[in-house]
Each structure stands twice: as structure tokens, then as C-alpha cells.
């Protein structure tokens, strides 16, 4: 029903910046929240950051003004634009929405996951 495909992975260098985004697509009434996980090997998911419809933002403290979220309500959309890059943000990169959907006529919140897309930092 819903899909979340995310793109801008890679391999950069310490100090490089990278563009992740992840498009939602299908049957969506609303997004309420969009963001970000990452999850490095032998390491728990966490948040990475989040975007609420109001424009609200929060960030991990690893991340703060290093990383920017950003969100495109028209096109379901959410970028995140990462600098300076660490050894240590090396990871597989998540988008996550909260939404509802058109067939329960937007009454029931859904958490929905993209595949993934690697970020690789080399120092």
C-alpha cells in the first residue's frame, strides 16, 4: 500500500557531504512524521532526526548542526543533508513515516520503514 524508497547513499570522505531523500508513494490520507534512523554494525537503530507537518524538527546530539532535515509536503518527500562527515555516522541509513492512510479514511496512524541505503565515511 505505502512505499518508502530512499536514495542519495554512498562512499565519501571525512569532511564530505551527502544528500539522502526518501519519497512516499501509495495510499497515503497524511504524513504526520517523517525521519531518519541509522544503524551501524553491531549497534542498535536510533534516530538520527525528525520532522513533524507542523515543521518541527529534533536532532540526535552526534548530529546537531551537522545534519540538516528537511521535507517536501507536496511530494511526500524528506531530504537530509548531511556534512561534515564522520568515520563514526558510517551506517545504513532508514527513512521512517508515521501516516495514515485513504483507505481507513486517515483515523489510523501506520509505521512504515524504507529498505535502507548505505552511508560508508572513510577517514
Known sequence: QVQ???SGGGLVQAGGSL???CAASGNIFSINLMGWYR??????RELVASTSTSGSTN???SVKGRFTISRDSAKNT???????????DTA????????????T??????????QGTQVTVSS
Open 4 to 6: 518508502l524508497v530512499e
Open 19 to 21: 544528500r539522502l531523500s
Open 39 to 44: 544503524q551501524a554494525p553491531g549497534k542498535q
Open 59 to 61: 536532532y540526535a546530539d
Open 78 to 88: 524528506v531530504y537530509l543533508q548531511m556534512s561534515s562527515l564522520k568515520p563514526e
Open 92 to 103: 545504513v541509513y532508514f527513512c521512517n513515516a508515521l501516516l495514515t492512510l485513504t483507505s
Open 105 to 114: 479514511g486517515g483515523k489510523l496512524q501506520y509505521n512504515y520503514w524504507g
